[in-house]
Nanobody, 116 residues
């Protein structure tokens, strides 16, 4: 089994910053990709950003230039630096990990609230 522990959510004013972290542990052969999704009330879950094992990244158009995804050297922790936050960024953010020979795993979610 794989466990994901998220941290870093909270309440921030518009224009502020937050940094999310997600640490993966357990039966991990290797990690193919890591990323963050978010789900706002009444909306579908959407991809925010993802990073592959080779380091390539992909971002939702709505966060390009404001959010940065990264991984630690060991490759088992993923970060999401969120700058210039907007009220429309308010959502529950979920960590997502693809583990080789195991499958997809999701974190429990962390609330991000941006006040105007």
């Amino acid at each position: 089994q794989v466990q994901l522990v998220e941290s870093g959510g909270g309440l921030v004013q518009a224009g502020g910053s937050l940094r999310l972290s997600c640490a993966a542990s357990g039966s991990i052969f290797s990690i193919n990709a890591m990323g963050w999704y978010r789900q706002a009330p009444g909306k579908q879950r959407e991809l925010v950003a993802e990073i592959a094992s080779i380091g390539s990244t992909n971002y939702a158009d709505s966060v390009k230039g404001r959010f940065t995804i990264s991984r630690d050297n060991a490759g088992n922790t993923v970060y999401l630096q969120m700058n210039s936050l907007k009220p429309e960024d308010t959502a529950v953010y979920y960590c997502w990990v693809v583990v080789t020979r195991s499958g997809d795993y999701w974190g429990q979610g962390t609330q991000v609230t941006v006040s105007s």
